[in-house]
């Protein structure tokens, strides 16, 4: 028998990646793309930027698991499974001693307590609104005028302290606008950005934990401003994957890769 290839695709609301693996776990290729409209079209590319990394063809692999809120979605899979699931695998995978997980996505939220191995022991989720969210950080970001990578080094500049109270998105967009008019600085706001995310995020991991060691994911983790605001709530460090956006897919993939 040859070398086993599988692969994971996560069908997020705002972005969709895929993960291919050897038979050792191994990452050989992986890919993030927009999601838009078409959550099957956006698994394809996502599945063929991977395959291309990775140097194989769609025939190759063993088996595909899809995860995400569009997993249904993903043409030629072997398996579905849900985001909790796959997300406490990943980060199994990559944070060994990882007891809780908290999990930043596009439109939702996620606190996991985990046990050896990934285990879900219990978990939490905010998919009702979008307070704390990928989507709220892009909203703030357009009523500060500034990309979404500017969010957090510019809050780490702040000077002064001012709050964002509104958890809405909407109704805090017209509060930073408000803010912006009445002269505070952009720094002073983008801190108070990622203060009032990371009180939300807080409070639902407080539901189910959170145990040390403590690990985040999804691309809030790449916002520094949003990290150590969050450090500063949960009164603890926050370990930091290496692409904190695949998580999910390599936890998909990873399961795949058990099944075979």
């Given at each position: 028998?040859?070398?086993v ?56 692999i ?7 809120y ?39 939220c ?10 879900v022991?219990?978990f ?109 709530k ?10 904190p ?16």
């Amino acid at each position: 028998m040859g070398t086993v290839y599988c692969a994971g695709v996560d069908v997020g609301s705002v972005s969709t990646a895929a993960v291919v693996v050897d038979g050792g776990g191994f990452v050989l290729g992986r890919h993030v793309v927009a999601t838009g409209a078409r959550c099957a079209h956006a698994a394809g590319l996502a599945l063929t930027g991977a395959l291309a990394g990775a140097s194989l063809q769609r025939l190759s692999i063993a088996a595909l698991i899809a995860t995400g809120y569009g997993r249904d979605r993903v043409d030629g899979r072997t398996d579905t499974v849900t985001e909790i699931t796959c997300h406490a695998r990943g980060i199994a995978a990559l944070v060994p001693d990882a007891r809780f997980l908290i999990d930043v996505g596009g439109q939702d939220c996620k606190a996991i307590l985990l046990g050896p191995g990934g285990a879900v022991l219990d978990f939490a989720m905010n998919d009702r609104c979008a307070a704390g969210t990928g989507r709220f950080f892009e909203s703030m970001c357009r009523a500060l005028e500034i990309d979404l990578d500017e969010l957090g080094p510019l809050a780490l500049a702040a000077a002064a302290a001012v709050s964002v109270s509104h958890v809405c998105a909407v109704f805090a967009e017209s509060e930073v606008i408000g803010l912006l008019a009445r002269g505070e600085s952009k720094a002073d706001v983008a801190a108070a950005v990622c203060e009032s995310a990371a009180k939300q995020v807080t409070a639902l991991a407080r539901r189910v934990g959170p145990q040390e060691p403590v690990a985040l994911s999804g691309g809030a983790a790449r916002n520094v401003g949003f990290v150590r605001a969050l450090e500063r709530k949960l009164g603890r460090l926050v370990c930091i994957p290496s692409d904190p956006e695949l998580v999910g897919a390599l936890g998909a993939a990873l399961l795949a890769l058990d099944s075979v």
